[in-house]
């Protein structure tokens, strides 16, 4: 199991934390991430892309389409589609002990959020909904300019996933047991604490060099999962962008 999906919010979320403006920037970098699974690899490295597009109040950024709408200089909300939303567990990733588990896949959300800009100082809201469940939560995080091309971003999150997601991901039925699995989960509703800071550098010829790095700490009806190794998911990532 490979889960990309937080390093791609992680970094989807430093343009959430600015003004948006009609443009477009593409990167490239790579990510390392520790996950919450009984992996065979317990750290994954991977190349990702880093898209982000603004016009009109329409965006991409990330993994997630959507819209936002300005009330004022300070209140904005919006809708989004979120994909590749949750974990993604494969059988064959997964210890030898562990190989009963039945593969997990991702999902696409819709959602809305609701937030504040403040100067630098931003919050939002946001509830959203899929096929294997729901989760509702919401950010805050403050954009420091240490230097004329240098930035830090720092954030925190919070984050609560339904019963029906927290059960499809982490909860294990009677098909599954064998090996280390030895009894049946079904957890309630669950929730994550998170922090990361993103820093950014911008050239004068539209590059730019940004990194990454992030944290979650999940609730004890993930930690209590048979097939979670550990509460914490962790990653590290570093690119380079240019925008035009």
Same mark, same amino acid.
């Given at each position: ?8 919010? %992680? *970094? ?8 948006? $403006? ?40 990330? *993994? ?25 567990? $494969?059988?064959?990733? *997964? ?56 930035? *830090? ?10 019963? $029906? ?29 998170? %922090? ?16 990454? %790095? ?8 993930? %930690? ?18 240019? $925008?035009?």
């Amino acid at each position: 199991m490979k889960k990309y999906l937080f390093a791609l919010c %992680a *970094l989807g979320a430093l343009a959430c934390a600015q003004e948006a $403006k009609n443009g477009a920037s593409i990167g490239v970098g790579a990510a390392v991430q520790k996950g919450v699974f009984y992996t065979k690899d317990r750290l994954s490295a991977v190349p990702l892309p880093q898209i982000e597009a603004y016009y009109e109040g329409f965006y991409v950024r990330g *993994l997630e389409v959507g819209y936002e709408h300005n009330f004022s200089e300070n209140l904005f909300a919006g809708a989004y589609a979120r994909f590749f939303d949750g974990w993604r567990v $494969k059988s064959s990733k *997964l210890k030898p002990q562990y190989r009963s588990v039945r593969d997990r896949e991702h999902q696409t959300a819709l959602g809305g959020k609701f937030g504040a800009n403040f100067g630098g100082f931003q919050t939002f809201v946001y509830a959203q909904g899929g096929g294997r469940g729901g989760s509702y939560g919401a950010e805050a995080s403050y954009s420091l300019p240490v230097a004329q091309r240098f930035s *830090l971003v720092p954030a925190v999150t919070y984050d609560v996933f339904s019963r $029906k997601l927290s059960d499809y991901y982490f909860g294990t039925d009677v098909s599954e047991l064998g090996g280390a699995v030895t009894s049946v989960y079904n957890p309630g509703s669950s929730y994550a604490l998170g %922090a990361r800071a993103t820093a950014t550098y911008e050239f004068n010829n539209g590059f730019g060099l940004s990194a990454t %790095a992030g944290a979650r700490r999940f609730s004890d009806e993930v %930690a209590r999962s048979p097939i979670v190794r550990s509460r914490y998911e962790s990653v590290i990532y570093t690119g380079v962008s240019y $925008k035009f």
